[in-house]
């Protein structure tokens, strides 16, 4: 399902082990008014920490995603990224796993893997609800417009 005013972009480039993560931009969403909100990703990898500072000047809030495969030195990479990031800049995050949405032994290790708080409850993007992901966006903005970038806990 598209998500209205979206528009990927392919401004990105292969970082890390065989192409397997991207630096760039993923896309932008018109939000009317003039305003449009730049997806970027930004790989949890080591050589992109010097990086952060850049990236987190405008930064608005965080989409964690996380796949099924996530184990060990990937989701300590990806939980130092997102510490690298809210030292920076705190900003309210939501978080985006990809397991079957009854595998619930797996979403509390990943809970857990994370550093998620047990009263924030991570979006599940499966291929049975299409609406997962602008379901996390509209939390986020949500949150974003809301609290002026005040961190705290996102619930769905």
Same mark, same amino acid.
């Given at each position: 399902?598209?998500?209205?005013?979206f528009?990927?972009?392919?401004k990105?480039?292969?970082?890390?082990?065989?192409?397997?993560?991207y630096?760039?931009?993923?896309?932008?969403?018109?939000?009317?008014?003039g305003?449009?909100?730049?997806l970027? @990703?930004?790989?949890?990898?080591? %050589?992109?920490?010097? +990086?952060?500072k850049?990236f987190?000047?405008?930064?608005?809030?965080?989409?964690v995603?996380?796949?099924?495969?996530?184990?060990? &030195?990937? $989701?300590?990479?990806?939980?130092?990224?997102?510490?690298?990031?809210?030292?920076?800049?705190?900003?309210?995050a939501?978080?985006?796993?990809?397991? %079957?949405?009854?595998?619930?032994a797996?979403?509390?290790? +990943?809970?857990?893997?994370? @550093?998620?708080?047990?009263? %924030?409850?991570?979006f599940?993007l &499966?291929?049975?609800d299409?609406?997962?992901?602008?379901?996390? $966006?509209?939390?986020?903005?949500?949150?974003?417009?809301s609290? %002026?970038n005040?961190?705290?806990t $996102?619930?769905?």
């Amino acid at each position: 399902k598209k998500i209205p005013g979206f528009a990927s972009s392919s401004k990105r480039a292969a970082i890390g082990g065989a192409g397997r993560f991207y630096l760039g931009e993923e896309g932008a969403i018109r939000l009317g008014a003039g305003l449009t909100v730049t997806l970027v @990703s930004v790989p949890p990898v080591v %050589e992109i920490m010097p +990086l952060l500072k850049s990236f987190s000047s405008s930064l608005a809030g965080l989409i964690v995603l996380c796949d099924n495969d996530a184990s060990g &030195n990937l $989701l300590k990479a990806i939980l130092g990224l997102k510490r690298g990031v809210s030292a920076i800049k705190p900003v309210p995050a939501v978080y985006v796993f990809t397991p %079957e949405p009854d595998d619930a032994a797996r979403h509390s290790q +990943l809970k857990r893997a994370l @550093s998620i708080g047990p009263d %924030e409850e991570p979006f599940i993007l &499966n291929g049975k609800d299409a609406r997962t992901g602008a379901l996390a $966006l509209r939390a986020l903005f949500k949150h974003i417009l809301s609290q %002026e970038n005040q961190p705290a806990t $996102l619930k769905h």
